[in-house]
């Protein structure tokens, strides 16, 4: 175990207090943080005292410690999973020892692998920042609190990296993460997934199951990377990503099963008649889906791409559980199916594997994100009710690489533009259903209770009870 100077202003695993020059970097760095933690994190939330989970250390004792806390005042620490001497187990450097500092000729690369990871952190934060004013309950509140502390300290993870092994550039990076802003029309966030709102709190839900999900699958390749302090920091944020995603999906479990005790209750499958009781429809839910979703899987960039080829055979990312695989990790020669658009349809098209990385690992979160999609159906089928919700097809609503240029409905059928501008409000949420379920978004945060629209969950965090006082306003 790695032990931790509690003594240090930042805590750390990473023997700060012998690096004086990245010390100090950091505690320059630190009052920024703070300052765009309060200008664009957790509205009115300075004085709330809140029960969060804080990693002291990055044993499986230490990196759970649950307390009051304020957020500003969130040990927001730095932490590397132990070493150990690792050899690089995928592409041209396959057999040579895990790299400690970085190698002159992949700089520039490893620089923008870490700034793209490190910007969607704060964005996140941002992108969150009003939902406490509409909480469904102070459990909730308490679970949205939780991640956005946690996303403040995976930018610090990524920014320990920027200036502990890239100079004047990497401090030059990190203080533009603070000021790249969500949304913000001159200076926005890198990925576009991560300037689109999170106005309510279903597409809170749908966001932490999806986007965060994308967060593990590219946490997952760089904790391959041959850059081992990457691997090392990528391993320990993969553990607090767990918890963001449990959100997402008992969170949607939640709001249908409420939707589906209602929908018995009134025998009515009608919208409408769920939505006058003051729940939420099962074909908005299944719009939020379709919207989040297609949104999420661009991010996993273009399906052919050379980037995502350099990437994988100078060893900076790997593929997801890389190690389990039984290929020879070199991938030349080989090749992958992706789709193509040829006069308006669909083919399938055989290309160099390590040119199509990118749509490898966009294949491996959809299977993921279909297997919770059917625990959701679970939800419903226990409650007797025979609608189903399904992830839309691979080419709807995309933006980048081959499949933007379609249009595609969700059932997987090329339709014309004229077909999609009729039916876009089937498919994806219309300002209509934004204006629906905002206006369920009241507050409610009295211990124990809970918004109409969704129910309570099916137990409290670390074994408290459900109507624990999760969060002190003062
Ligand atoms: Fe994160
Ligand atoms: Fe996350």
Do not use: C
């Amino acid at each position: 175990m790695s032990t931790i100077n509690y003594s240090e202003k930042i805590p750390n695993n990473v023997n700060l207090a012998e690096d004086r020059t990245l010390q100090r970097a950091l505690e320059q760095w630190q009052p920024n943080f703070i300052n765009w933690w309060d200008e664009v994190g957790p509205e009115g939330s300075t004085d709330f005292d809140v029960y969060l989970r804080t990693a002291v250390s990055v044993d499986p004792q230490g990196w759970a410690q649950f307390d009051y806390v304020k957020m500003r005042d969130y040990r927001w620490g730095i932490f590397l999973n132990p070493g150990s001497e690792r050899t690089i187990h995928f592409g041209d450097h396959k057999g040579e020892k895990a790299w400690t500092d970085v190698p002159g000729e992949y700089r520039a690369n490893l620089r923008r692998i870490i700034v793209t990871q490190g910007d969607t952190e704060p964005a996140s934060v941002e992108q969150q920042r009003h939902l406490g004013l509409t909480a469904p309950s102070m459990y909730d509140l308490r679970n949205l609190f939780q991640i956005n502390v946690e996303e403040g300290r995976h930018l610090w993870a990524m920014v320990y990296l920027l200036q502990k092994h890239f100079g004047r550039d990497g401090r030059e990076e990190a203080g533009a993460l603070l000021e790249r802003q969500s949304g913000d029309q001159n200076n926005p966030r890198i990925l576009g997934a991560f300037n689109e709102k999170t106005p309510d709190w279903l597409a809170f839900f749908m966001f932490t199951y999806f986007t965060d999900r994308d967060g593990k699958f590219q946490l997952a390749a760089l904790s391959e990377s041959a850059f081992d302090p990457l691997a090392r920091t990528t391993k320990f944020m993969l553990t607090e990503e767990a918890h963001h995603m449990f959100v997402g999906e008992s969170g949607v479990s939640r709001v249908l099963q409420r939707t589906a005790q209602l929908m018995n209750e009134l025998r009515t499958d009608d919208p409408k008649t769920i939505r006058e009781a003051g729940a939420i429809d099962l074909p908005t839910i299944q719009r939020y889906l379709n919207f989040h979703y297609s949104v999420t899987i661009d991010l996993f960039g273009a399906d052919q791409s050379s980037n995502a080829a350099t990437f994988y055979s100078s060893g900076l990312k790997g593929r997801y559980e890389e190690g389990k695989r039984t290929d020879d990790h070199v991938l030349k020669g080989q090749t992958y199916k992706v789709l193509e658009v040829q006069n308006g349809q669909l083919v399938e098209k055989e290309v160099p594997m390590l040119n199509a990385l990118n749509e490898v690992l966009r294949d491996d979160f959809i299977k993921d994100s279909v297997a919770g999609v059917a625990r959701w159906n679970k939800v419903l089928e226990k409650a007797g009710i025979p609608t189903r919700l399904t992830v839309p097809h691979k080419a709807f609503n995309r933006q980048i690489g081959a499949l933007a240029g379609i249009k595609m409905s969700p059932d997987g059928r090329v339709v014309s533009e004229a077909e999609w501008a009729a039916r876009r409000d089937e498919w994806l949420p219309s300002a209509e259903d934004f204006a629906f379920v905002g206006s369920l978004m009241g507050r409610v945060v009295e211990p124990g209770r809970f918004a109409n629209w969704i129910a309570p969950p099916a137990m409290g965090i670390n074994r408290q009870p459900i109507d624990f006082e999760y969060v002190r306003f003062n």
